[in-house]
């Protein structure tokens, strides 16, 4: 059923922000490791949860940014539904941005002057809703993240994790196909972020989005992603399921970054439930070699 | 030095502006000048109505929702004293033309900074403008403000409008700017027209500061009153000119403590009020 209809596509996708530097002084050389996104091409399907983890400052904003134009690419083309974003007019961008992609972002998002539920309205109230039904939509979203109640506090009255499930619910209440997800749960604490994780697995499974999700948390990314994209220095470097990811590293730096997974959340992960019974063996072998030898250390 | 003794003639060309624009613009100012006196004397009719006692209870009260008792407790003995003084009437008079320059500043002052807090060229242009208007000796205002508005009230709003209004503006363009660009990127991501950007989010997160820039204003406005008692203004601007000419120190002060007491008042209602509910968590 998946994988069948390509929603988000990038081909030869490159961000230089240095590129106005670049213009003032000719002598500069063309330098790759400038680059903030080099050269990506990658296939998004609908109704998958996609997880980019790679480590700090290898392009996964700006490539998240370049799919919504947050951030213009210097170059390749960038595919909503088969069309090219650069080659849409201001409007038509402003209706994807509106019905089509809505983002969450990590930190300081909510407007600070606006109740939870003005908050969570104002994809709405930009699109020009209606009052009543924006009111019922944000409320719907609100349930839906398990604020109900909240609707009139301030965002400075809530917690952190509070803050990100109504970042969640405005992003939900726009009813966008695709939702970008930047960070969303990292700065939370293990048992909130558990939870959040939970609830978004199983939000989806209610409502079927297409999900964009950066983490640097391998373990979050094996439990929610459909499909991983590794990122390093601007370029992916591997795209697949988990257990590619885990069972076929392709270079050291994956290997790196999959060596030292929590084996238990391993094992609750949903797409552990789904391998073959021999890809499970597999899967805990690797770990369990690891463990004789890190056990061999301690000796 | 003493061969050429070219001098540019800034002092003469003024002049002959002032001169061109008095003869050819007249009706106009003519106009303004008597809707501002009207406005003016419509106000001071209004508060003299009130009964001095009621109103002096109805500030402490205002003072005591907005600010606290204390402030409520300085509000009555303060205006009692003035009241006592016998500066009720210079007072109101005071705070009538206050309001209305400082309502002046506003209706010009938001709208320009607002406007050039979108265009960076023009707030280039602004800025240095601002900055001539208010280091420039208010004095210096007085003189065309006589020209082309005569003597009285009017030359004095005038020039604490040209005074008192950069603050306004530059402190709107300085609250649009320090919206945090999270916050922008934000309404960019839900996909905001640039007016939706701006009303929705850039200038209910500003307004904080415009409030204090509108406290700002305030303060300088009653700080011309002195000056603008110069061309003719009345109000407790007049008593301590007075004073000074005379050389009565006493009177000087005692005109001077009330100015110092409707500034206190002045300032701590509108403080109160640019403080902001959203903004009592202090995170922005
Ligand atoms: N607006 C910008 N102007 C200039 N350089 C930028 C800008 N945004 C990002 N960069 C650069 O691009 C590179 C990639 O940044 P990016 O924010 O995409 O990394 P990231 O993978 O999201 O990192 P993190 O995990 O820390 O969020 C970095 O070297 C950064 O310095
Ligand atoms: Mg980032």
């Given at each position: ?60 904003s ?42 969450v972002f990590q930190s300081i998002s ?54 990100q ?17 930047d960070e969303a749960f990292s700065a ?26 950066i ?85 | ?284």
């Amino acid at each position: 059923m998946k994988y069948e209809s390509c929603i988000i596509g990038l081909k030869n996708v490159t961000k230089d922000f240095s590129i106005a530097n670049r213009k003032k002084n000719t002598n500069l050389k063309e330098n790759h490791e400038d680059l903030a996104v080099s050269d990506v091409n990658l296939n998004i399907y609908k109704g998958e949860i996609f997880v980019l983890i790679g480590s700090s400052g290898s392009g996964k904003s700006t490539l998240l940014r370049m799919i919504n134009n947050l951030v213009i690419p210097t170059e390749g083309e960038v595919l909503i539904e088969g069309r090219n974003t650069q080659k849409m007019s201001h409007n038509e961008m402003l209706t994807i941005r509106q019905k089509k992609i809505s983002m969450v972002f990590q930190s300081i998002s909510l407007l600070p002057h606006r109740t939870v539920i003005s908050n969570i309205e104002f994809g709405l109230e930009v699109q020009g809703v209606k009052k009543s039904l924006r009111i019922k939509k944000a409320k719907e979203s609100l349930r839906l993240v398990g604020l109900n109640g909240y609707e009139y506090h301030y965002p400075h009255q809530l917690s952190g994790g509070m803050q990100q499930r109504v970042g969640l619910a405005r992003a939900i209440a726009n009813d966008t196909d695709i939702i970008l997800m930047d960070e969303a749960f990292s700065a939370l604490d293990p048992i909130i972020k558990r939870d959040l994780q939970n609830q978004l697995l199983d939000l989806q499974s209610k409502l079927s989005k297409t999900i964009v999700f950066i983490t640097h948390d391998i373990d979050e990314a094996l439990k929610i992603g459909d499909r991983i994209g590794v990122m390093s220095q601007g370029k992916v470097i591997q795209v697949g399921k988990p257990e590619e990811i885990l069972l076929e590293p392709i270079n050291e730096y994956v290997k790196k970054l999959t060596n030292d997974i929590n084996l238990q959340k391993l094992i609750s992960a949903s797409f552990f439930h789904s391998l073959t019974s021999e890809a499970k063996e597999k899967l805990i072998k690797k770990y369990n070699t690891q463990i004789e030898k890190l056990l061999e250390t301690v000796k | 030095m003493e061969k050429g003794h070219f001098k540019i003639s800034i002092a003469d060309t003024i002049d002959q502006t002032v001169e061109w624009i008095t003869i050819n613009f007249s009706s106009i100012f003519d106009r303004f000048s008597l809707l501002i006196d009207n406005c003016i004397n419509l106000i001071i009719y209004v508060l003299t109505l009130i009964n001095p006692i009621v109103l002096i209870i109805i500030l402490s009260i205002i003072a005591y929702i907005l600010v606290s008792v204390y402030m409520s407790i300085f509000t009555l003995i303060g205006f009692s004293i003035i009241l006592n003084l016998g500066y009720w009437l210079p007072m109101i008079e005071t705070f009538s033309l206050v309001f209305v320059s400082v309502i002046i500043s506003i209706l010009l002052g938001i709208p320009i900074g607002i406007i050039s807090s979108q265009h960076k060229q023009l707030s280039k242009f602004t800025l240095p403008i601002l900055d001539f208007m208010q280091t420039m000796p208010a004095f210096v205002y007085l003189i065309p403000a006589i020209f082309f508005f005569s003597i009285g009230v009017v030359p004095g709003i005038v020039a604490s409008i040209i005074f008192s209004l950069p603050s306004v503006i530059k402190l709107t363009i300085l609250g649009i700017k320090q919206v945090p660009k999270e916050i922008i990127e934000v309404g960019h991501s839900f996909g905001t027209k640039t007016h939706q950007l701006l009303f929705k989010i850039q200038i209910p997160l500003a307004m904080p500061t415009i409030m204090a820039g509108i406290n700002q204003c305030i303060m300088l406005s009653l700080s011309m009153v002195v000056i603008a008692s110069m061309v003719g203004a009345p109000g407790l601007g007049a008593e301590v000119y007075r004073a000074v000419t005379q050389i009565e120190i006493g009177k000087g002060f005692e005109a001077g403590i009330v100015i110092v007491i409707l500034a206190i008042f002045l300032d701590r209602i509108t403080q109160k009020l640019s403080i902001i509910k959203w903004k009592d968590g202090g995170r922005l």
